[in-house]
């Protein structure tokens, strides 16, 4: 008996409201006082990546025109249904819109040789290649597979591992995985920055 | 310090941040607020007169929560969700003690045109007006002549929002689930509010009849339930006190009043007050999924 409708809002039609039916609607009731510009934007919930508390997001985001352009987000804010974070964010929460359109932000893999104070661009096939042969030389040279009593331990002690916090719980695995498989011990994640 | 253990998640939480599924009325206290607000909002607009009569309908409806008189609280099984709604309570009739005093008490406050309407309403059997109020409480408000919508609307809201807070406070709030329609009387909304308490942030709607107000999730569909194509439209800032929210799933929308910015607001009043916004988006192809008791926009 309970049914959702569709209600009709619009100056056409002779009585279809109470207004038009007591003859008190204006020609002017439906149209805006001056010329406003309507602005629309795409809203969507989300999750902060920056630390393993997670807090709920609501992102607002403009196109930028055109039909398949991306849309840039100009507001974020706190997610008051989150059950866990209520609609509070931290400081580096509440900057996070800052961060996204930072001009900072790092778009690309860059390289720094010692003792040089300039940035060199590498494409991700070179930064790839090169981590991979610098990982392997390292432990080539410093993989401790037997400790002193002689116990196989297959420990990677020299190079550590930084990990992003924006993950889901499979890709921590995969990230868990890999680091371990490789005997690294030095494991963080920048959730705890 | 705060513990996991600590951070309070369940119904039974007694912090005041808890979210709270219901918020029952004060109807007097409502009446009051838009009756105010519809006297500032008259000054300088466009429909001024019929805004004006609707200050004079909301300060007689005051009249009749004060008065009291609501005869004997309505028999209903608690047992059902939705329990005030019209499946239950269709051969109550006791409303029609409120619509015969409010259209007394309207008759010296309007223009004579609009006196004419309520005489013709006054002369209409019981029977015909119960019908008319049932055929607006099913959302079929096409089959109402639209010039006493107004007035029987009036009064099946002052009655139903004086025993809505009685039946919150008998309902077992924990089995009340997000809807689209009111969780105490099955109506449509008004529209969405925004509201700085129990948490600022949190969506509300705001019942039509009884003037509940229960929780529904921000950026999902208060209509269909989708999350993925929501859009909040504005006039000239993207942060306007009042938005409306599409959904591009089900083509239709709500209003967003964010009442914690201006606590002046008042939802029925300031909908009414923004139509300019709604006929935008109707050009666009989008529909209204709610019911403004001082509109009461025929069904699509």
Not at chain 2, 36 to 65: F, H, M, N
Not at chain 2, 72 to 95: F, G, R, V
Request: aromatic share 8%; charged share 20%; net charge neutral.
């Amino acid at each position: 008996m309970n049914r959702r409708q569709f209600f009709k809002l619009c100056a056409a039609g002779a009585a279809t409201s109470a207004i038009s039916a007591l003859g008190l609607m204006s020609d002017k009731a439906y149209a805006a006082v001056r010329e406003f510009k309507l602005l629309r934007a795409k809203e969507t919930r989300n999750n902060c990546p920056y630390c393993s508390v997670g807090c709920g997001l609501l992102m607002y985001s403009q196109n930028s025109g055109g039909k398949n352009s991306e849309h840039a987000i100009f507001h974020i804010e706190g997610d008051s249904d989150h059950p866990v974070s209520r609609g509070a964010l931290c400081p580096k929460g509440a900057g996070l819109v800052d961060y996204v359109n930072s001009p900072h932000r790092l778009q690309y893999p860059e390289y720094r040789a010692p003792g040089s104070n300039k940035w060199q661009r590498l494409s991700w096939d070179e930064a790839f290649k090169r981590i991979a042969r610098l990982m392997k030389q390292d432990r080539d040279a410093n993989l401790l597979q037997k400790n002193a009593a002689g116990v196989t331990v297959n420990r990677w002690l020299t190079t550590g591992m930084m990990t992003s916090s924006g993950m889901s719980n499979e890709s921590g695995i995969a990230t868990q995985k890999f680091a371990r498989a490789l005997g690294m011990v030095a494991i963080d994640t920048i959730a705890r920055n | 310090m705060t513990f996991a253990s600590e951070i309070p998640l369940s119904l039974g939480d007694k912090s005041p941040l808890a979210l709270k599924p219901l918020l029952a009325a004060k109807p007097q206290d409502i009446y009051r607020h838009r009756a105010e607000r519809l006297e500032t909002l008259a000054e300088g607009s466009p429909l001024a007169d019929y805004l004006k009569l609707c200050r004079s309908l909301v300060a007689t409806q005051l009249k009749l929560a004060e008065a009291q008189e609501f005869g004997p609280a309505p028999e209903l099984d608690m047992t059902q969700p939705m329990p005030l709604s019209l499946q239950y309570t269709a051969d109550n009739h006791y409303w029609l003690v409120q619509l015969q005093s409010l259209l007394s008490d309207m008759l010296p406050l309007v223009p004579a045109a609009v006196a004419g309407v309520i005489r013709e309403l006054m002369a209409l059997t019981p029977e015909q007006q119960a019908a008319y109020g049932n055929s607006l409480r099913q959302g079929h408000l096409s089959d109402v002549p639209a010039q006493y919508s107004l007035f029987l609307w009036a009064a099946l809201s002052a009655y139903w929002a004086h025993w809505a807070p009685m039946v919150i406070s008998r309902m077992d709030i924990a089995a009340v689930k997000q809807t689209a329609l009111c969780p105490v009387c099955g109506s449509h909304p008004v529209a969405s509010v925004i509201r700085e308490e129990p948490r600022e942030g949190l969506r509300y709607l705001h019942c039509s009849l009884c003037e509940t107000q229960w929780h529904y999730v921000r950026a999902q569909c208060t209509n269909c339930d989708d999350a993925k194509q929501l859009s909040l439209w504005a006039f000239d800032d993207h942060q306007a006190n009042i938005r409306i929210e599409t959904c591009d799933h089900c083509h239709g929308y709500t209003k967003m009043l964010f009442v914690a910015k201006d606590p002046r607001m008042e939802v029925v009043a300031d909908d009414l007050a923004s139509l300019g916004l709604d006929s935008q988006l109707s050009d666009k192809g989008y529909s209204a999924t709610t019911l403004n008791p001082l509109l009461l926009a025929h069904e699509s």
